[in-house]
């Protein structure tokens, strides 16, 4: 089977063959971590109940994806938190969709078409994640001005990226970002407010510097260095900034 965690996490477990869920891995190190393959050809609605979950009252009519969707993300983050002895959680959301975590628990959750990746920490932190399906030359030529400026196409394109590759993992790296700072600024902002300031492909990184509506008052305005991995078919990103 194909790996799904990026090769900088260590595998500490695997699943596979599970009903809906075809392959799992999970690991500790750098952070407790995990992704998973599902197949929505095999999803049932029968399944939530039958991995001990209750669909919330907005998905109860929902399409089928959707559903197949919010039960293999719900599974992983429940599997991952009871290596953490966190027994029997359903991860919830706010009004504003954000993930409510358990006490003393900050994580980060996302997903495609047909994979679920989440990284949690048991420190106060800001953790923030993504993944994406790569963009089509097309679709990339008819967004990238939405996601990156001038520069940073430059910057993409002269570390080697096509336009679609660059476009769809900026879009990724932003996201990662948003999702890191989302619960300490309680705003939404868009992608200018992120900018890429250099990339070393030797580390899988990406430096970029946040605006003052996107800083977290209580971090110092310093770049992040924002962790990638990128295949022909996806892109994955991910930061955990420790409080000071």
Same mark, same amino acid.
């Given at each position: 089977?194909? &790996?799904?965690?990026?090769?900088?996490?260590?595998?500490?477990? %695997?699943?596979?063959?599970?009903?809906?869920?075809?392959?799992?891995?999970? %690991?500790?190190?750098?952070?407790?971590?995990?992704?998973?393959?599902?197949?929505?050809?095999?999803?049932?609605?029968?399944?939530?109940? !039958?991995? #001990?979950?209750?669909?919330?009252?907005?998905?109860? !009519?929902?399409?089928?994806?959707?559903?197949?969707?919010?039960? =293999?993300?719900?599974?992983?983050?429940?599997?991952?938190?009871?290596?953490?002895?966190?027994? #029997?959680?359903?991860?919830?959301?706010?009004?504003?969709? %954000?993930?409510?975590?358990?006490?003393?628990?900050?994580?980060?959750?996302? !997903?495609?078409?047909?994979?679920?990746?989440?990284?949690?920490?048991?420190?106060?932190?800001?953790? #923030?994640?993504?993944?994406?399906?790569?963009?089509?030359?097309?679709?990339?030529?008819?967004?990238?001005?939405?996601?990156?400026?001038?520069?940073?196409?430059?910057?993409?394109?002269?570390?080697?990226?096509?336009?679609?590759?660059?476009?769809?993992?900026?879009?990724?790296?932003?996201?990662?970002?948003?999702?890191?700072?989302?619960?300490?600024?309680?705003?939404?902002? #868009?992608?200018?407010?992120?900018?890429?300031?250099?990339?070393?492909? &030797?580390?899988?990184?990406?430096?970029?510097?946040?605006?003052?509506?996107?800083?977290? =008052?209580?971090?110092?305005?310093?770049?992040? !260095?924002?962790?990638?991995?990128?295949?022909?078919?996806?892109?994955?990103?991910?930061?955990?900034?420790?409080?000071?």
């Amino acid at each position: 089977m194909s &790996q799904l965690l990026p090769p900088l996490f260590t595998l500490a477990k %695997s699943k596979a063959d599970l009903p809906f869920i075809t392959q799992a891995e999970f %690991s500790t190190l750098p952070y407790p971590s995990a992704c998973c393959h599902f197949n929505l050809a095999e999803f049932s609605p029968t399944l939530i109940k !039958h991995f #001990g979950f209750v669909l919330p009252e907005s998905l109860r !009519h929902a399409v089928k994806k959707r559903q197949a969707e919010y039960l =293999a993300s719900r599974w992983l983050v429940a599997e991952l938190l009871d290596s953490m002895n966190i027994k #029997g959680f359903q991860l919830l959301n706010r009004e504003d969709r %954000s993930p409510i975590w358990p006490t003393g628990v900050y994580g980060s959750l996302s !997903h495609h078409a047909d994979k679920v990746f989440v990284i949690l920490n048991g420190v106060p932190s800001l953790v #923030g994640n993504d993944i994406e399906l790569t963009l089509s030359e097309g679709k990339a030529a008819e967004l990238n001005s939405m996601i990156m400026n001038d520069n940073e196409v430059a910057i993409m394109t002269a570390a080697g990226f096509s336009l679609a590759q660059a476009t769809t993992l900026v879009f990724s790296v932003k996201e990662t970002v948003y999702k890191a700072v989302y619960p300490r600024v309680q705003r939404l902002f #868009g992608f200018e407010q992120v900018t890429v300031q250099a990339v070393d492909t &030797q580390r899988c990184q990406i430096t970029v510097t946040l605006s003052s509506v996107a800083q977290p =008052a209580e971090y110092p305005c310093v770049p992040w !260095h924002i962790h990638y991995w990128q295949t022909a078919s996806e892109v994955m990103s991910w930061q955990v900034v420790d409080s000071l």
